[in-house]
């Protein structure tokens, strides 16, 4: 038992689950909703959506498993006390688990875009390789593997967007309501991935500055230690401002719109939130704040995935 806890805390099951909870919302509460008012029907059926996201649940715990099994010598300074590999799970069992999950979730992928597009298992290809790269390379350079990782979230929601289409047909000309119900399923995916874009930049920049200590011994060149917490701090507000902007906008097309609820609640639950990050973020001075700060910025990811629960009854 204290074997299998260890193996879902090295693949972070939290995160795991916030991946299958954004596909889930976006499936039923806006691409179904939008077959349904268009009359169409899109080559993701409810069974290849679910083998979709179990392709991406995988593949992103064989990225949480390799990141780990290079991590362990900076893990043992940052977060000691949350090490799985070598202290629970032997290094060899780990890379054995990443290669077998990720073969997996890579013969589902492929799977899926033979019944759909090919840019499924193309994606989920580079989304493989640029996690055992992150994990190798990419993270301890400045700002690349936090962007790496940014796009990867985005990912999640973008890529139920393209398997809605059909590889096959790409070039005869789209059926009128098809054409419109794509658009309008774009836009929705545009909206939430540049959402989970800024927000996990946001909060990887401020995990950078919480682990300072141990990637400054091995040699890490991350924002806090090429530019300083300062000018770090800084850039987090900026995006932080852009998202808030943003939603400001949103916020107000949703009072034109008249859709009260989903106003009320962004404003209460993801928009004052952001906000009161912000101003933390300006005064944070510790490890423990820093390490509060990202905890509540997964916290708003929450609030903001949730959101897509409302546009089942506007679309």
């Known amino acids: 038992m204290k074997l ?35 009359e169409v029907s899109f080559h993701l059926t409810q069974p290849l959506f679910f083998l979709l996201m179990t392709a991406s649940i995988l593949i992103a715990a064989a ?8 991590d362990i010598n900076i893990d043992q300074v940052n977060k000691p006390e949350k090490m799985v590999i070598e202290k629970i799970i032997k290094r060899r069992w780990a890379i054995f688990w990443h290669w077998t999950i990720t073969t997996v979730g890579l013969i589902i992928s492929l799977y899926v875009s033979y019944q759909t597009s090919f840019i ?16 190798t390379t990419f993270k301890k350079q400045l700002l690349t593997g936090n962007v790496i990782i940014s796009m990867l979230t985005a990912w999640t929601v973008l890529v139920l967007y393209f398997a809605i289409g059909d590889t096959f047909h ?3 000309a789209p059926d009128a309501n098809f054409f419109a119900a794509t658009n309008r399923i774009f836009k929705y995916a545009v ?33 806090p230690i090429a530019w300083g917490v300062p000018a770090s ?4 507000g900026v995006w932080l401002a852009v998202l808030i902007g943003a939603l400001l ?14 106003a ?19 005064v944070a001075q510790n490890t423990a704040q820093y390490h509060q700060l990202s905890s509540f910025i997964k916290i708003i990811m929450l609030t903001g995935i949730l959101s897509i629960l409302f546009f089942r009854w506007y679309i």
């Open 63 to 70: 990225g949480y498993i390799i990141n780990d099994y290079f």
């Open 4 to 38: 299998l806890f260890a193996f879902f805390r090295l693949i972070r099951w939290p995160n795991l689950f916030f991946i299958a909870l954004t596909q889930l919302l976006f499936y039923y509460c806006i691409i179904i909703p939008i077959a349904a008012r268009f």
């Open 233 to 236: 701090k800084v850039f987090a």
């Open 249 to 262: 906008i949103l916020q107000f097309y949703a009072f034109q719109q008249r859709w009260w609820v989903t």
């Open 191 to 223: 909206l939430y991935a540049g959402f989970a874009f800024i927000i996990s930049l946001v909060r990887e920049v401020v995990k950078d500055i919480e682990d300072m200590e141990g990637d400054a011994k091995y040699r890490c060149n991350t924002m």
């Open 120 to 135: 499924i298992i193309i994606a989920n290809v580079i989304c493989t390789l640029l996690l055992w790269f992150y994990s």
């Open 264 to 282: 009320v609640y962004c404003f209460l639950l993801v928009l004052l939130p952001l906000i009161w990050i912000l101003r933390k973020l300006y």
């Open 170 to 172: 790409l070039f005869s």
